[in-house]
């Protein structure tokens, strides 16, 4: 086993994980990434603190589930 024990940094489980996955994945959730308004941005923004999954969310990818997707290296750039 291989255990990364970061101080400050709390250890993110196969759970965890799991679970913001599901965010990653939720109809919902995505809307609200993508748009950045209207009710799925709404409702990600007001009960992200209470779904399991959004939570964990946050914690594996370090941003809020509605904060919107920063594009990473070789993502190809709209526009
Ligand atoms: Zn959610």
């Given at each position: 086993?291989?255990?990364?024990?970061?101080?400050?940094?709390?250890?993110?489980?196969?759970?965890?994980?799991?679970?913001?996955?599901?965010?990653?994945?939720?109809?919902?959730?995505?809307?609200?990434r993508?748009?950045?308004?209207?009710?799925?941005?709404?409702?990600?923004?007001?009960?992200?603190?209470?779904?399991?999954?959004?939570?964990?969310?946050?914690?594996?990818?370090?941003?809020?589930?509605?904060?919107p997707v920063p594009p990473?290296?070789?993502?190809?750039?709209?526009?």
């Amino acid at each position: 086993m291989n255990q990364n024990l970061i101080p400050g940094h709390k250890t993110i489980t196969d759970r965890t994980r799991a679970l913001a996955e599901r965010s990653a994945n939720c109809v919902v959730c995505q809307r609200a990434r993508h748009k950045q308004a209207g009710f799925a941005f709404w409702v990600v923004r007001t009960f992200e603190g209470l779904c399991p999954f959004c939570r964990a969310y946050e914690q594996v990818y370090g941003r809020k589930s509605h904060e919107p997707v920063p594009p990473g290296p070789g993502t190809p750039q709209p526009g």
